[in-house]
């Protein structure tokens, strides 16, 4: 049965997707838009980075878009709906046959109101070594865009080739270090070079895969270089004509689409200048040429978290105010957000001191969940903006001022249609009157009037629930006999075979083949001492023993990564042996003359004297990388002992095995106990881990480390954790993750968006049914497969606090419990309307709102 639905389903989509394809055509833009087959598009653009996630993972394949948390009417149905249905129909086999995460992030980008899917492409994970390519499973590029055009939506490509991402050495492969006189990013030759023949194999690649808007492809924009006006003062009179060489070759390689350079105010023609950064609203200065459109390549939707810091939390009103400044303000007509789904650093792909989980807090989470209000208030700001489409790309732009601090900014087509965008800038809510009605704009707000009267939409009122995710370990390693260690020997001057006659820079010497370099050093004393050790390096991270024994360990930080460790040591009389292991966190991604960047040791002090230039012993990498003990196969090369039958002390490897939790949620280990190193699931790193480098406020920068279930197998899968420090391998766990409440904060004055018209185009607002839908409400939906089982709280009245933690106030309607209960329980998605004639009216005269926590099981 599953054998004649794939064939059948295999056969359908192949006819559909020939019916079906975004066929974009022709690409050009003018001071509006782009225009894609000669039509003016306002484009929602999310950022999805294919080696991120995984191309399998069934645990996501279930969530299908027609059964997303969804708090508005249906859209209207396209011409592509029977494809949809068939794919995500067939999707049901792919759960059995493969199951797909690429898909899935794409589908619910799409749900979310997204047009186009941007991604940087990743030159040295590609081309790790020189001229050795890889473009398989996460590498394969083209499947990822392939996937894009299947589900109907664009693509951006920025190829840079230099990308920064928080990606290790932004993305440059280590070798372009080794090419005599090479100077990345400027006018020089060498580099160019480089640069060229990479940028040249990556379009022609799409061109052969016909992956360009022009051939009928999704790929509607490119990107050459990266953000780099921002170094450019550092290569001097080798910076400009640099530029101009990049646009040029770019231009050069005719992809029928146009290019971007990010940040770049003085991109050369036709080479547009894009703005990136959180505030474009309000920092932008515009397209260089009254001929470019504003398009906004980066919008950060929170911030990439380094080792040592919290994550930032960037709320869905300030990105959603932001992005309507920015359509207003400057026409724009493109928005990207950075990232739409972030995902993992797997292995050692982070760079310097970025943490493993990249942007958890976009509106698709690490995991690939939808995380609300902010993936939902975003989908209806998209859906609000789309309504205006008309006006804000053929309409004219004028602003007229409401106040001190508020702006309309209205657009307005000659046959009449009109559509404005009221904004309070100013720190409290404001009362405005335009075009001869009154409108509420809370603080820092944003209304949107896709017909020049109706609020369509408030960028400061949320009406998406807001979602919690829970941990719940499904499996514990807490017995000594579930665990063996391999305790790594500390290598000494005579057992290390390389030498040298100063410290070996660690770049130059590893080629970032491991994060380790170990240093030796044989040390002659004549008596017994106390003396008093001090190394000093340039980079990440020390762990220094003397005669075999942990003596103390020292790091860095993000951007300050020199530092230095002193301690008082014994050292014997005789042979002492002092072994130094350096360890690198990721290479640097950006900056200047990334080509200069050093790590590793720069100067070794005894009681002031300076061992530098001694004869030194070192080593690349550790015995248990080298014999890749954390494979099936590497594994039974070494002999693993019982958990604690060696001292303790740091470098240890730690091996376990584990069945595949049941279900399809995301799971991810705990290593709250471990203190730093690797995890390796079935001999794939799923990223470094750092516990112990912690916050200010002294908690982790992250517990969790997810485990993508395309990784694992139903039964017998290896577990190997590679420890620098002295962690507890006994409290590790793994967690299952799932949204395990959901909750909503709705006021009676506040109503649901406008996604879409409902009556007459232009606005008859005697229409009683679009009245009717426009009834104040708290909306709930629990994850696919779940209920809501509970109502945690639930106050109509005046309740204070948000969903994070609330109260019942002054006006509280008792049977607020009762209602919400029998509306909702054992149902996935309920709506409770703020109704007086259900809940009835504690205290008349007072606005009343109606807080809803539930939880889902
Ligand atoms: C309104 O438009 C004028 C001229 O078009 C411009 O100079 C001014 O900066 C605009 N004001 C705002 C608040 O954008
Ligand atoms: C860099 O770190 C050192 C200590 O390791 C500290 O003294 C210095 O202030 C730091 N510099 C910056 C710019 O944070
Ligand atoms: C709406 O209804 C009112 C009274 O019911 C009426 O006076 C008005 O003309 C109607 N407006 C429109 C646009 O139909
Ligand atoms: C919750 O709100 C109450 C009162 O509004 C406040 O006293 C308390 O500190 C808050 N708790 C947290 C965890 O924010
Ligand atoms: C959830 O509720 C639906 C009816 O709304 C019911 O068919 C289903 O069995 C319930 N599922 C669970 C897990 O309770
Ligand atoms: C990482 C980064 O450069 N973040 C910047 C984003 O934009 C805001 C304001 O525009 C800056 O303050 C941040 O430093």
Same mark, same amino acid.
């Given at each position: 049965?599953?054998?004649?639905?794939?064939?059948?389903?295999?056969?359908?989509?192949?006819?559909?997707?020939?019916?079906?394809?975004?066929?974009?055509?022709?690409?050009?833009?003018?001071?509006?838009?782009?225009?894609?087959?000669?039509?003016?598009?306002?484009?929602?653009?999310?950022?999805?980075?294919?080696?991120?996630?995984?191309?399998?993972?069934?645990?996501?394949?279930?969530?299908?878009?027609?059964?997303?948390?969804?708090?508005?009417?249906?859209?209207?149905?396209?011409?592509?709906?029977?494809?949809?249905?068939?794919?995500?129909?067939?999707?049901?086999?792919?759960?059995?046959?493969?199951?797909?995460?690429?898909?899935?992030?794409?589908?619910? /980008?799409?749900?979310?109101?997204?047009?186009?899917?941007?991604?940087?492409?990743?030159?040295?994970?590609?081309?790790?070594?020189?001229?050795?390519?890889?473009?398989?499973?996460?590498?394969?590029?083209?499947?990822?865009?392939?996937?894009?055009?299947?589900?109907?939506?664009?693509?951006?490509?920025?190829?840079?080739?230099?990308?920064?991402?928080?990606?290790?050495?932004?993305?440059?492969?280590?070798?372009?270090?080794?090419?005599?006189?090479?100077?990345?990013?400027?006018?020089?030759?060498?580099?160019?070079?480089?640069?060229?023949?990479?940028?040249?194999?990556?379009?022609?690649?799409?061109?052969?895969?016909?992956?360009?808007?022009?051939?009928?492809?999704?790929?509607?924009?490119?990107?050459?270089?990266?953000?780099?006006?921002?170094?450019?003062?550092?290569?001097?009179?080798?910076?400009?004509?640099?530029?101009?060489? /990049?646009?040029?070759?770019?231009?050069?390689?005719?992809?029928?689409?146009?290019?971007?350079?990010?940040?770049?105010?003085?991109?050369?023609?036709? #080479?547009?200048?894009?703005?990136?950064?959180?505030?474009?609203?309000?920092?932008?200065?515009?397209?260089?040429?009254?001929?470019?459109?504003?398009?906004?390549?980066?919008?950060?939707?929170?911030?990439?978290?380094?080792?040592?810091?919290?994550?930032?939390?960037?709320?869905?009103?300030?990105?959603?105010?932001?992005?309507?400044?920015?359509?207003?303000?400057?026409?724009?007509?493109?928005?990207?957000?950075?990232?739409?789904?972030?995902?993992?650093?797997?292995?050692?792909?982070?760079? /310097?001191?970025?943490?493993?989980?990249?942007?958890?807090?976009?509106?698709?989470?690490?995991?690939?969940?939808?995380?609300?209000?902010?993936?939902?208030?975003?989908?209806?700001?998209?859906?609000?903006?789309?309504?205006?489409?008309?006006?804000?790309?053929?309409?004219?732009?004028?602003?007229?001022?409401?106040?001190?601090?508020?702006?309309?900014?209205?657009?307005?087509?000659?046959?009449?249609?009109?559509?404005?965008?009221?904004?309070?800038?100013?720190?409290?809510?404001?009362?405005?009157?335009?075009?001869?009605?009154?409108?509420?704009?809370?603080?820092?707000?944003?209304?949107?009037?896709?017909?020049?009267?109706?609020?369509?939409?408030?960028?400061?009122?949320?009406?998406?629930?807001?979602?919690?995710?829970?941990?719940?370990?499904?499996?514990?390693?807490?017995?000594?006999?579930?665990?063996?260690?391999?305790?790594?020997?500390?290598?000494?001057?005579?057992?290390?075979?390389?030498?040298?006659?100063?410290?070996?820079?660690?770049?130059?010497?590893?080629?970032?083949?491991?994060?380790?370099?170990?240093?030796?050093?044989?040390?002659?004393?004549?008596?017994?001492?106390?003396?008093?050790?001090?190394?000093?390096?340039?980079?990440?991270?020390?762990?220094?023993?003397?005669?075999?024994?942990?003596?103390?360990?020292?790091?860095?930080?993000?951007?300050?990564?020199?530092?230095?460790?002193?301690?008082?040591?014994?050292?014997?009389?005789?042979?002492?042996?002092?072994?130094?292991?350096?360890?690198?966190?990721?290479?640097?991604?950006?900056?200047?003359?990334?080509?200069?960047?050093?790590?590793?040791?720069?100067?070794?002090?005894?009681?002031?004297?300076?061992?530098?230039?001694?004869?030194?012993?070192?080593? #690349?990498?550790?015995?248990?990388?080298?014999?890749?003990?954390?494979?099936?196969?590497?594994?039974?090369?070494?002999?693993?002992?019982?958990?604690?039958?060696?001292?303790?002390?740091?470098?240890?490897?730690?091996?376990?095995?584990?069945?595949?939790?049941?279900?399809?949620?995301?799971?991810?280990?705990?290593?709250?106990?471990?203190?730093?190193?690797? /995890?390796?699931?079935?001999?794939?790193?799923?990223?470094?881990?750092?516990?112990?480098?912690?916050?200010?406020?002294?908690?982790?920068?992250?517990?969790?480390?997810?485990?993508?279930?395309?990784?694992?197998?139903?039964?017998?899968?290896?577990?190997?954790?590679?420890?620098?420090?002295?962690?507890?391998?006994?409290?590790?766990?793994?967690?299952?993750?799932?949204?395990?409440?959901?909750?909503?904060?709705?006021?009676?004055?506040?109503?649901?968006?406008?996604?879409?018209?409902?009556?007459?185009?232009?606005?008859?607002?005697?229409?009683?049914?679009?009245?009717?839908?426009?009834?104040?409400?708290?909306?709930?939906?629990?994850?696919?497969?779940?209920?809501?089982?509970?109502?945690?709280?639930?106050?109509?009245?005046?309740?204070?606090?948000?969903?994070?933690?609330?109260?019942?106030?002054?006006?509280?309607?008792?049977?607020?419990?009762?209602?919400?209960?029998?509306?909702?329980?054992?149902?996935?998605?309920?709506?409770?309307?703020?109704?007086?004639?259900?809940?009835?009216?504690?205290?008349?005269?007072?606005?009343?709102?109606?807080?809803?926590?539930?939880?889902?099981?």
């Amino acid at each position: 049965m599953e054998m004649v639905r794939l064939l059948l389903c295999s056969f359908a989509l192949l006819l559909m997707s020939f019916a079906c394809n975004s066929d974009a055509g022709d690409v050009t833009y003018d001071g509006r838009s782009l225009i894609i087959n000669g039509e003016r598009k306002v484009l929602f653009s999310g950022s999805i980075h294919y080696p991120r996630s995984t191309p399998e993972n069934p645990a996501t394949a279930t969530t299908k878009p027609n059964s997303l948390p969804d708090q508005s009417p249906p859209q209207k149905p396209e011409i592509r709906l029977p494809y949809f249905f068939l794919r995500f129909w067939c999707y049901g086999i792919n759960l059995w046959v493969l199951g797909e995460m690429w898909p899935s992030l794409i589908a619910k /980008a799409k749900e979310g109101g997204i047009d186009v899917i941007q991604t940087y492409v990743f030159w040295n994970l590609h081309e790790r070594q020189q001229g050795k390519f890889d473009f398989s499973g996460r590498n394969d590029i083209i499947s990822f865009i392939k996937e894009v055009q299947n589900q109907g939506l664009y693509v951006t490509l920025r190829i840079g080739p230099f990308i920064e991402s928080e990606w290790t050495y932004g993305g440059l492969p280590i070798w372009l270090r080794d090419i005599p006189g090479i100077v990345y990013r400027s006018d020089n030759e060498p580099f160019k070079i480089e640069m060229e023949k990479w940028t040249t194999r990556i379009v022609y690649m799409m061109k052969s895969e016909k992956l360009y808007a022009s051939l009928g492809g999704p790929i509607i924009l490119s990107q050459i270089e990266n953000e780099y006006k921002m170094i450019e003062p550092a290569f001097h009179e080798r910076g400009p004509p640099y530029v101009r060489w /990049a646009a040029a070759m770019a231009v050069g390689l005719q992809t029928g689409v146009p290019w971007v350079m990010c940040k770049q105010d003085d991109a050369p023609d036709p #080479v547009i200048n894009t703005c990136n950064g959180m505030k474009c609203g309000e920092t932008f200065t515009g397209p260089n040429s009254p001929n470019k459109p504003a398009l906004w390549t980066e919008n950060w939707t929170s911030q990439y978290q380094v080792y040592g810091d919290k994550p930032l939390l960037r709320s869905a009103e300030d990105i959603a105010y932001q992005v309507a400044l920015f359509i207003a303000k400057f026409r724009g007509s493109y928005v990207n957000y950075y990232m739409y789904h972030g995902g993992t650093n797997f292995g050692r792909s982070a760079s /310097a001191f970025v943490i493993t989980s990249y942007y958890d807090e976009a509106p698709l989470d690490e995991y690939g969940s939808v995380r609300q209000p902010k993936w939902g208030h975003l989908k209806e700001l998209h859906a609000a903006v789309k309504l205006a489409s008309n006006p804000l790309l053929s309409g004219d732009h004028t602003n007229v001022s409401l106040g001190e601090l508020q702006d309309a900014y209205v657009f307005q087509v000659k046959s009449g249609e009109c559509a404005a965008f009221l904004v309070n800038k100013g720190p409290k809510d404001a009362s405005v009157v335009f075009q001869n009605s009154p409108y509420q704009l809370p603080r820092k707000s944003i209304s949107i009037l896709p017909d020049c009267k109706t609020e369509a939409f408030n960028t400061a009122k949320v009406n998406a629930q807001q979602s919690t995710r829970s941990w719940q370990a499904t499996q514990k390693f807490d017995s000594t006999e579930r665990w063996e260690e391999y305790k790594e020997a500390i290598p000494n001057f005579d057992n290390t075979v390389s030498r040298a006659n100063t410290l070996p820079e660690q770049l130059f010497t590893t080629k970032d083949e491991s994060d380790y370099l170990w240093y030796t050093i044989s040390l002659k004393q004549d008596s017994n001492t106390q003396s008093k050790l001090v190394v000093q390096s340039r980079g990440h991270v020390l762990h220094a023993f003397v005669n075999g024994v942990f003596v103390g360990s020292a790091h860095g930080r993000h951007r300050n990564e020199s530092f230095s460790l002193e301690q008082t040591v014994t050292l014997n009389k005789g042979v002492n042996s002092l072994s130094f292991l350096s360890a690198m966190v990721g290479l640097s991604d950006s900056g200047a003359y990334l080509e200069r960047r050093v790590g590793g040791l720069r100067k070794v002090l005894i009681e002031e004297r300076d061992l530098s230039k001694n004869s030194w012993g070192y080593q #690349v990498g550790l015995s248990g990388e080298k014999l890749e003990i954390y494979t099936d196969a590497g594994s039974s090369k070494v002999e693993w002992n019982k958990l604690g039958s060696s001292a303790n002390q740091p470098l240890k490897w730690f091996k376990t095995h584990f069945d595949a939790p049941a279900g399809n949620d995301p799971i991810a280990l705990n290593l709250g106990s471990m203190g730093k190193g690797e /995890a390796f699931v079935n001999g794939q790193s799923i990223g470094r881990y750092w516990v112990l480098f912690q916050t200010p406020e002294g908690k982790p920068s992250q517990t969790w480390y997810h485990v993508p279930r395309a990784f694992l197998k139903p039964t017998g899968n290896l577990l190997v954790l590679l420890e620098e420090e002295n962690g507890d391998p006994l409290k590790v766990s793994l967690d299952k993750i799932s949204v395990a409440r959901v909750c909503g904060h709705v006021s009676e004055t506040h109503l649901p968006p406008v996604v879409k018209w409902l009556g007459l185009k232009t606005q008859n607002q005697n229409n009683t049914r679009k009245n009717r839908d426009r009834r104040p409400k708290v909306q709930l939906s629990c994850p696919p497969k779940r209920n809501i089982s509970k109502v945690l709280f639930a106050s109509f009245g005046n309740p204070s606090g948000d969903c994070q933690n609330y109260s019942t106030g002054s006006c509280h309607s008792s049977i607020s419990t009762a209602i919400v209960e029998q509306v909702c329980i054992g149902k996935r998605r309920c709506s409770i309307l703020l109704s007086k004639n259900r809940f009835g009216d504690p205290c008349p005269g007072i606005s009343k709102t109606l807080l809803v926590d539930a939880q889902c099981t």
